[in-house]
């Protein structure tokens, strides 16, 4: 079979027996950075050297066919360098391969840095959605963010020190300035540091500088104040103000919870 097993996030503490115990025992791991696990498993004391296979974004799918085969016979344990593997990780490939050709996969659940997160971030954690990385390029990252403008449940992501900023910028302009926003930094390690407040009053702060490895966890929408028809109606004052239609949507989706898309489409055809 293959096994999918989570790792430490950052303390190596957090390594669940389960986990010494699979390490001790594999023959062979498929890794994300083979030089990761070497580490590890000099971390955790493991005296096993399994056979290691690289397995990551670049040559996962050519590679999940044989990853398979392999494990059609033996058991194949599969790590990314930090937490659970398919969960913005490689591995997501070699899972639905396996599933197609009948291979049995099991998981040896630990860390994860979205659940952490989620958990000291003090917003609802009832309801959740987690969104991976937002996109590197603003006009790309502007875009995504509008289409979550209406989305009702706590938000997670993981973001870039060096564009943490400009994300919360964003955040801002496309959510609302005072949705809150907790940022988690260095979870389980040493520097592990948490910081909350509105997504426009931890922009000076973040703009100062910010090092190491980031979860941001966004609160959701609030429910729709105001009918939609309403919501066109403020649609349409703002376009006659001089704003373009796509930003006046997105402006009201921010305040109001109703759907920015769908507010640009109503908004559209009372125009034409």
Same mark, same amino acid.
């Given at each position: 079979m293959i096994i999918l097993a989570a790792t430490p996030i $950052?303390?190596? $503490?957090?390594? /669940? *027996? !389960?986990?010494?115990?699979?390490?001790e025992a594999a023959a062979i791991i498929a890794a994300e950075d083979t030089r990761t696990t070497q580490r590890l498993l000099a971390g955790l004391g493991v005296s096993n050297r399994p056979r290691l296979i690289a397995l990551h974004d670049h040559n996962e799918k050519e590679r999940a066919g044989e990853v398979v085969a392999l494990a059609r016979d033996q058991d194949v344990l599969v790590l990314s360098d930090a937490g659970m593997p398919t969960v913005s990780d490689p591995g997501y490939g070699l899972v639905a391969a396996a599933a197609a050709a009948g291979v049995t996969v099991s998981v040896i659940p630990g860390p994860s840095a979205v659940l952490a997160a989620l958990a000291v971030s003090g +917003?609802? =954690?009832?309801?959740? =959605?987690?969104?991976g990385f937002l996109p590197r390029k603003p006009g790309? !990252?502007? $875009?995504?963010?509008? #289409?979550?403008? %209406?989305? &009702? *449940? =706590?938000?997670?992501f993981f973001? /870039?020190?060096? &564009?943490? #900023?400009? /994300? +919360?910028?964003?955040?801002?302009a496309a959510l609302? %300035?005072? *949705?809150? @926003? #907790?940022?988690?930094r260095e979870l389980t390690k040493l520097y592990e540091e948490v910081v909350r407040g509105t997504a426009s009053s +931890?922009?000076?702060?973040?703009? #100062?500088g910010v090092r190491g490895e980031l979860v941001l966890v966004v609160e959701g929408a609030p429910a729709a104040q105001i009918a939609f028809p309403d919501a066109v109606t403020q649609v349409l004052e703002l376009v006659r103000g001089g704003a *373009?239609?796509?930003? %006046? %949507?997105?402006? @009201? /989706?921010?305040?109001t919870g109703h759907s920015s !898309?769908? +507010?640009?489409?109503?908004s559209l055809a009372v125009r034409d």
């Amino acid at each position: 079979m293959i096994i999918l097993a989570a790792t430490p996030i $950052g303390n190596l $503490g957090d390594a /669940s *027996r !389960r986990l010494v115990e699979a390490l001790e025992a594999a023959a062979i791991i498929a890794a994300e950075d083979t030089r990761t696990t070497q580490r590890l498993l000099a971390g955790l004391g493991v005296s096993n050297r399994p056979r290691l296979i690289a397995l990551h974004d670049h040559n996962e799918k050519e590679r999940a066919g044989e990853v398979v085969a392999l494990a059609r016979d033996q058991d194949v344990l599969v790590l990314s360098d930090a937490g659970m593997p398919t969960v913005s990780d490689p591995g997501y490939g070699l899972v639905a391969a396996a599933a197609a050709a009948g291979v049995t996969v099991s998981v040896i659940p630990g860390p994860s840095a979205v659940l952490a997160a989620l958990a000291v971030s003090g +917003l609802p =954690t009832d309801r959740f =959605t987690f969104e991976g990385f937002l996109p590197r390029k603003p006009g790309d !990252r502007r $875009g995504a963010l509008a #289409a979550l403008a %209406a989305e &009702r *449940r =706590t938000m997670v992501f993981f973001e /870039s020190p060096a &564009r943490l #900023a400009a /994300s +919360l910028a964003d955040i801002a302009a496309a959510l609302g %300035a005072e *949705r809150r @926003v #907790a940022v988690c930094r260095e979870l389980t390690k040493l520097y592990e540091e948490v910081v909350r407040g509105t997504a426009s009053s +931890l922009i000076e702060w973040a703009a #100062a500088g910010v090092r190491g490895e980031l979860v941001l966890v966004v609160e959701g929408a609030p429910a729709a104040q105001i009918a939609f028809p309403d919501a066109v109606t403020q649609v349409l004052e703002l376009v006659r103000g001089g704003a *373009r239609l796509k930003d %006046a %949507a997105g402006e @009201v /989706s921010a305040h109001t919870g109703h759907s920015s !898309r769908e +507010l640009y489409q109503a908004s559209l055809a009372v125009r034409d």
